[in-house]
Structure formats: structure tokens, C-alpha cells
């Protein structure tokens, strides 16, 4: 539960998130005027008919030569300057576009006190997905519920009194934009328009249902609840776009909204709200974590400002919150039928949001996902798979136009309309390793639950045809003959060069999950040999330099007092498996880590919590937890980048996960990084790759049982200190449920 003593001040720093997946909203709490800030995730600028036009980030005239050029150049000179190579490769961007809030559902109440007293709340409860705020005035305790239900697709709201006759409100609709009308008649209001950039058209319909009382539509666009008992309302919101290349358009929104809105409001509101506890609820409720935590009567913004270290029961309280509230985060903004959430989840407040609110293939996007398996929410990728399927296609065109080969490739960042090729942005503009990157996700989807129908319908599609691109573009390295990725990039830092330890290591892992495979589902034994082949010869982006770090380019080029935000050469140390605890890689990444330092922004702190938890270390891996809760956190425990960025808050939830559970080697790890912070606890509901579904409990930091519940069958090994041999393998059966106690 997160809960404050007065309404939200602000968006980012205070008001409360509710979402479904494809809508968001954003409660604010305030007395006179309740505010409610809302999102449909496919409102977008850019794309096809933008005022500015759009090439999809590909070349809008040939450049024979070019990348040839560039790879020429880095054989001969060893690096080049960003500025160069984006004046090579790089182009102006235009009709980007960006993600758009759809706008504040305002509701104006009569008679509201003018200031919180101390019977003032507002809070969020992670496990029922309600905000509510509640208040006495005159005599009257009053409350609001507000909730956004995946099961119905629209945004809810009740306010109600324990006296009759005392709701009354006006409810109205604001936007920053101009590009639309507002008409009420009835109990229904409509908001309808077309962006003015694109002509993307949008809808969003509110009905209102009262009892007691009366509704008046207003000529302003408006409606008025006079002298209810208790009043109701329903959002439901949508546009005309579509996944579908090249056009990016569908149906006139119209009759969907009608049919949501009515069909939500032709509801009991008691049904409405039960249906969305328990859609939410069979999500959220699989994990459970116990760290010795004890939540005292203290508001959210207070405990994390009197957050220390961690090592107090109030301070575990503040971290167990933290990472269900990355669970929550994720079920309200990434469920099937919306695209995957962005660098926001689906929230936004702003026309010209940091970053469009877009997709950064770099990391974020890969890292908003990095707990889904492991934390028991695998249904929130659908939406990431369908979006890596509907890039294929413009992915394809790009590989074709810009490197004359087959397959598909996406750069550094990309929109819903298939923008995969470039910008001119020196440091992030070339990042064509990304396509491969987010095909772990999926790989790893197939990993965790074991399914063939899964590997052969949806992921190997992808990871073969990303394969193939990077089977047709490796170089040979006249240095020393092996296999590069020639120009590389190590994501937002240094020079160009070839055969960047990042940009090596991605291909690998690809390759690798490819062959991997492959060779599951059968497929043709030349194409496997080609990976075979490709990977005998890949560099495989691993050295130890001067100082004994782990390099972040092929060359030593690395300083030992750059602590710059990205750590890319520890990919094969996490989400990568390449680089296992107690080698001489493990060792060098490690001396990264630490001349990298415990700072950076809040999803680099994120990513630091995965990287020394990989590392066994998870009295370090609490501290950049730690570190992240005191400076990258803000009052409503959004992660700040600054500003607001989500990804932050998914990558911490990962990484409290993996201190508990690891599973990447094909071993079920009990408790591999458990911190000294957390001496006595449990956990429930974690996944493990093979198809295990984890419980863990611990005392003196030792693991003391742990049940395994088996989804498929076959052979486990479960290493951990509870064995007197330091392991257990044995066979297990498809609903088989197995516990394991601590011999001796």
C-alpha cells in the first residue's frame, strides 16, 4: 500500500498510477478539483501522414558506399569520431512523432474543504490496483475509488458519501491540445478529434451513473451530478491505429468506444470492481516477499525520505513495497491487446514527454521486461512479442536499403509505426545490434515455460531472421581473424570501433539462443551449421585489459576513473549468461563494476543491482538498491532518470529477484546473493527457467526449506546451502510438488 497525507502537488513526483494496459491514468487526489490524468498508448504523433513526413529512419537517398567506407576507415584508423560516422550513416529525423497525453478528466466538487486535515487519505493498493482518497467534511466522510480494469478496457471511478445526498460534482475534460471537440448529451460525454500532426483520430466516451440524484449535460460539453448518494463514471478511449505496416491505420474508433463504454456501463459498479480485483489479483498475488519487513503507520513520502541503509524493519518495509510495486507497474501497463509499455509504462502528461515516451532499444525496453519471467507475470509480454513480430516487416527494409542483406534490424530507438533505422544523434543513432537483443526476451519466455508451440510460432521466427541478418553482415577481422560487427558502438560512450565488447557479445548470445533452437525444433541441419560455423569464429567480446577489467572495447582503451552510466561490456554478466560466477571474466567485470562506481542514473542503478547480484555479491547488490531508494526514487516510487523514466523500477524488481532466485546456467540457484540485510525471510511464487515454480525460506541467511512445483517434467538440479553436498538433482513430474529441507 502506498498512502499520503495530502493530494498529489505534481504528476511525476506525486500522483498515484493506475492502468490496464492500453489505458492509463494518473490520480492526483485534489480537494476542489479532482484530476485525473489519462492515457490511451497508441496516441501518437509521427508516423505515416505526419505533417513532416516520414522515411521509417531509413535513408531517403542511396548511399552506395557508405557503410563500406566507415568499415573501411576503423581498419585503418582504429576509431572514429561519432560526429563522422553519424555525418556518414546518419540522417536528420522526421515525423518521429511522439506519445501524447490524451488528457484530465476533471470532476469539480461542490462544497469540497479547501485544505487536507488529518482525516485525509489517499493511497494505492498494490494488491486490489484501487486508488482511493477519503476525507470528512460538514459531517460527511467522503470517498473516491478510482481503478483502470483490463477484463471491461475502461477507466473507473465512484465517489460516494455515508450521508445521502451529498455528492455533487460537474465532470469535464481538458486537453493541452486543440485538435477536438467535446459534447455531452444524457449521461455521456465525448471527446473526439484527430491529431493535427498525423491526423491519427482519437475517441474517448465517459458515461455517469448515479444513485439518487440527478445528471445534466451541459452545453459546454459537460456533466453534473446533483445531489447523489453515491456516483459512478466509465472512460473508455481509443484511436485508429493499427500495427500494421506501412500504413499504421485501422477503423475509425467510434464504434469500439460505444460499445466499451456502453457495455461497462450497463454493469453493476460492484461487478465492474470485483471483475478487475480478481483479474489483477491472479496476477499480482503469485509472489509474495517476506524480508523481515514491519510497516509502520508512516505516509509513503515519509518513509522513503527516512529510508537509510536497509537494515532496519522499516527501511526492508520501503524495499518489499519497491519491488511489488515493479510487479504492479508492469501488470497496468503491459497486458494483451496494448503495446508493450514504453519508457513510461503507459502514464504521460505531456505532449513533448523526455524522450517521446518511446521505445530505446539500447536497454530499456529489454530491462522494462527483465522481471516478467522471473517474478510470475510471463502473460504481460504478449504485448512485447506482438510488437517485435509488427517490426519485422519496416526492420526488413531497413536491413535491405542500408546494409543490402536479409533479415531484420532496428537501431537505437524506435515508435509504434516501425521507425528502425536511423537518426542523427551522434552518440545513439547506431545501435543495429538491438533487433538481436530483444530477442532474448523472447527465448527467455520459451526458456521459462518450456514450450516448442511457443519457441516455433512466435520467437524462433524472429531470432532466426535476426540470425540471418548478422550471419550476412560479421566481418573478418584483419587484426586476427575472427568475426566482427564493424562500425560498433558501445551504447552512448567513446568512439566508434570495431568489434566493441557489447556489440560482440549480443551476436553471441543470439547465435547462441539461435543454435540453441534450432536444434530443439529440428530445423535444417545447413542453417544450423552456419551458426555452428559463425560462432567458432566470433569474437566473443571477452578480454581483460591493462588493469584487469573486463574491456569495453577490443583494443584497451578502458580508464579506470570513467564512471560513466553505462556498464554495456557486462551484457554476457547479465541479461547475457556468458560470463558465469568464479572465472577469470566473472573477476575482470567485477573490477568494471567497481571503478564504474555506485552512481548513475536510476536505471543504471537498476542494472548495477542485476550485475552484483550475478556476481554473488549481494551485500554490494543491496547497496545499489539502497542507493537507488535515497536518490533515484521519487515520492510515489516512480524511478527518476531524472526525470521519470520506468524502466528503473522494472530493473530493480529484477534484481531483488535475481539476490533470491538465479536460473540462467540451467540450475535452479537458491538464495545465490542473499544480502546480510536480509537475515531472516521468504519468498513465494518465483519462476525458475524449466518450467519451476519457487518457494524459498531462510533464516541466518541459510536456506531452510524450499518447494519446487514442476510444470513439466523432467530432470532439476537445485543447488543451495540447505544440502550438505551443496546440490540436489533429481527427477520431477509435470504438477509434481517437491520440498526440500535443510540437512544435517
Do not use: C
Not at 559 to 581: T, Y
Amino acid at each position: 500500500m502506498l498512502w499520503y497525507r495530502a493530494p498529489a502537488a505534481g504528476w511525476e513526483r506525486e500522483s498515484l498510477p493506475i492502468g490496464g494496459g492500453a489505458l492509463g491514468a494518473s490520480v492526483y487526489g485534489t480537494l476542489a478539483t479532482e484530476r485525473l490524468t489519462f492515457n490511451e498508448k497508441t496516441l501518437w504523433t509521427g508516423g505515416p501522414g505526419s505533417a513532416q513526413g516520414y522515411d521509417f529512419g531509413n535513408w531517403t537517398t542511396p548511399r552506395p558506399g557508405a557503410l563500406a567506407g566507415v568499415q573501411q576507415r576503423l581498419d585503418s584508423e582504429g576509431s572514429l569520431d561519432p560526429d563522422s560516422v553519424a555525418d556518414e550513416l546518419g540522417q536528420a529525423r522526421r515525423g518521429y512523432g511522439a506519445y501524447q497525453v490524451f488528457g484530465d478528466l476533471l470532476l469539480d466538487l461542490l462544497n469540497a474543504p479547501a485544505a487536507p486535515d488529518a482525516t485525509y487519505r489517499r493511497a494505492l493498493d498494490l494488491r486490489t490496483a484501487l486508488a482511493t482518497v477519503a476525507y470528512t467534511h460538514q459531517d460527511a466522510r467522503h470517498t473516491r475509488e478510482f481503478f483502470v480494469s483490463h477484463p471491461g478496457k475502461v477507466i473507473v471511478g465512484r465517489l460516494a458519501a455515508d450521508r445521502p445526498g451529498q455528492v455533487t460534482f460537474t465532470l469535464r475534460y481538458t486537453s493541452p491540445r486543440g485538435d477536438f471537440t467535446t459534447t455531452a448529451a444524457g449521461d455521456r460525454l465525448t471527446v473526439r478529434g484527430a491529431l493535427q500532426d498525423n491526423g491519427l483520430r482519437f475517441e474517448a466516451q465517459v458515461r455517469v451513473r448515479t444513485s439518487g440524484g440527478t445528471v445534466t449535460a451541459g452545453a459546454g460539453g459537460t456533466l453534473t451530478v446533483t445531489g447523489a448518494d453515491s456516483a459512478w463514471f466509465v472512460l473508455a478511449a481509443g484511436t485508429d491505429y493499427a500495427d500494421s505496416y506501412p500504413a499504421y491505420r485501422g477503423d475509425d474508433p467510434h464504434k469500439a468506444v460505444t460499445r466499451t463504454v456502453d457495455s461497462a456501463a450497463g454493469r453493476p459498479y460492484e461487478k465492474l470492481r470485483d471483475a478487475h480485483v480478481r483479474d489483477h489479483g491472479a496476477l499480482f498475488d503469485r509472489v509474495a516477499l517476506d524480508i523481515g519487513q514491519q510497516l509502520p503507520d508512516l505516509p509513503t513520502d515519509q518513509l522513503r525520505a527516512q529510508y537509510t541503509d536497509g537494515t532496519s524493519p522499516t527501511d526492508r518495509a520501503l524495499e518489499a513495497l519497491f519491488f511489488q510495486y515493479g510487479r504492479y507497474l508492469l501488470i497496468a501497463s503491459s497486458r494483451v491487446g496494448s503495446l508493450p509499455a514504453n519508457l513510461q509504462g503507459v502514464w504521460n502528461n505531456s505532449t513533448t514527454p523526455p524522450w517521446s515516451a518511446d521505445y530505446h532499444s539500447n536497454i530499456n525496453l529489454q530491462m522494462n521486461y527483465w522481471l516478467a519471467e522471473v517474478t510470475n507475470l510471463a502473460e504481460t509480454t504478449a504485448p512485447y512479442d506482438r510488437y517485435i513480430e509488427a517490426m519485422r516487416a519496416p526492420g526488413r527494409r531497413t536491413a535491405k536499403e542500408m546494409f543490402g542483406t536479409a533479415g531484420w534490424v532496428v537501431h537505437n530507438e524506435t515508435n509504434p509505426y516501425g521507425f528502425t533505422g536511423v537518426h542523427d544523434w551522434s552518440t545513439a543513432f547506431w545501435f543495429p545490434e538491438a533487433a538481436a537483443w530483444l530477442t532474448q526476451q523472447m527465448y527467455e519466455h520459451y526458456r521459462f515455460s518450456g514450450s516448442t508451440d511457443y519457441l516455433r510460432s512466435t520467437a524462433y521466427p524472429a531470432m532466426k531472421e535476426a540470425a540471418e541478418f548478422w550471419l550476412a553482415n560479421l566481418r573478418t577481422d584483419p587484426r586476427d581473424g575472427l568475426l566482427i560487427v564493424t562500425p560498433s558502438y558501445s551504447p552512448e560512450h567513446g568512439d566508434f570501433t570495431s568489434g566493441a565488447a557489447m556489440s560482440q557479445q549480443i551476436v553471441h548470445d543470439l547465435l547462441t539462443n539461435t543454435l540453441e533452437a534450432a536444434r530443439t525444433l529440428g530445423d535444417a541441419p545447413a542453417f544450423r551449421g552456419r551458426l555452428e560455423t559463425a560462432l567458432d569464429r566470433l569474437d566473443p567480446g571477452l578480454r581483460i585489459g591493462s588493469w584487469g577489467q573486463l574491456q569495453e572495447w577490443k583494443t584497451d582503451r578502458d580508464d579506470p576513473v570513467d564512471d560513466h552510466r553505462h556498464v554495456s561490456h557486462l551484457f554476457a554478466l547479465h541479461p547475457g549468461r556468458q560470463i558465469e560466477p568464479g572465472t577469470k571474466w566473472a573477476e575482470a567485470a567485477k573490477v568494471s563494476l567497481a571503478a564504474r562506481g555506485d552512481g548513475g542514473t536510476g536505471w543504471s542503478k537498476a542494472w548495477k543491482i542485476n550485475f552484483w547480484a550475478r556476481l554473488r555479491d549481494g551485500n554490494h547488490s543491496h547497496k545499489m538498491l539502497s542507493e537507488q531508494l535515497k536518490s533515484s526514487t521519487l515520492p510515489n516510487l516512480w524511478d527518476t532518470h531524472p526525470p521519470f523514466q520506468i524502466d528503473g523500477n522494472f530493473g530493480a524488481t529484477s534484481g531483488i529477484a535475481e539476490m533470491l532466485l538465479q536460473s540462467q546456467y540451467g540450475v535452479v540457484e537458491i538464495l545465490p546473493a542473499l544480502p546480510a540485510a536480509w537475515p531472516e525471510g521468504s519468498v513465494r511464487g518465483l519462476r525458475a527457467r524449466g518450467g519451476f515454480t519457487v518457494d524459498i525460506e531462510w533464516s541466518a541467511r541459510q536456506a531452510r526449506r524450499v518447494v519446487i512445483t514442476a510444470s513439466r517434467s523432467r530432470e532439476v538440479t537445485v543447488r543451495g546451502s540447505l544440502f550438505a553436498s551443496g546440490k540436489k538433482v533429481f527427477k520431477a513430474r509435470a504438477g509434481g510438488r517437491y520440498t526440500l529441507v535443510a540437512e544435517g
